[in-house]
Nanobody, 123 residues
Framework: QVQLQVSGPGLVKPSQSLSVTCTVSGGSITTSSYYWAWIRQPPGKGLEWIGYISYSEDIYLSPSLKSRASISRDTAKNQYTLHLNSVTPEGAAVYCC???????????????WGPGTQVTATA
């Protein structure tokens, strides 16, 4: 059984950087052919796809966040991390990770999700 667990700072100040990490158990993030996605949901809004890193370390990011976001991974820890620079108050959201089996460039139907972590951006 694949499980994903998100960890993050909880609170960031606007203009600061944010890193949230997804720790995967029950399966390797290098196993073909899975894509490890990041999604967020701001309060009162729908899901927003941020991007993914593939089993072969290909990275795709949402055009709206591409200039400020990056994704990295640590295969030894079976983790992948979202880095978001210059966080704005609009960056406040629940950040979730998920396993995608098709490499969808957008919110897909994910079989496995990690419980999201709330990130608040406030001075």
């Amino acid at each position: 059984q694949v499980q994903l667990q998100v960890s993050g700072p909880g609170l960031v100040k606007p203009s600061q950087s944010l890193s949230v990490t997804c720790t995967v158990s029950g399966g390797s993030i290098t196993t073909s052919s899975y894509y490890w996605a990041w999604i967020r949901q701001p309060p009162g809004k729908g899901l927003e796809w941020i991007g993914y890193i593939s089993y072969s370390e290909d990275i795709y990011l949402s055009p709206s966040l591409k200039s400020r976001a990056s994704i990295s991974r640590d295969t030894a820890k079976n983790q992948y991390t979202l880095h978001l620079n210059s966080v704005t108050p609009e960056g406040a959201a629940v950040y979730c990770c998920a396993r995608d089996e098709s490499g969808t460039l957008g919110v897909g139907g994910y079989e496995y999700w990690g419980p999201g972590t709330q990130v608040t951006a406030t001075a």
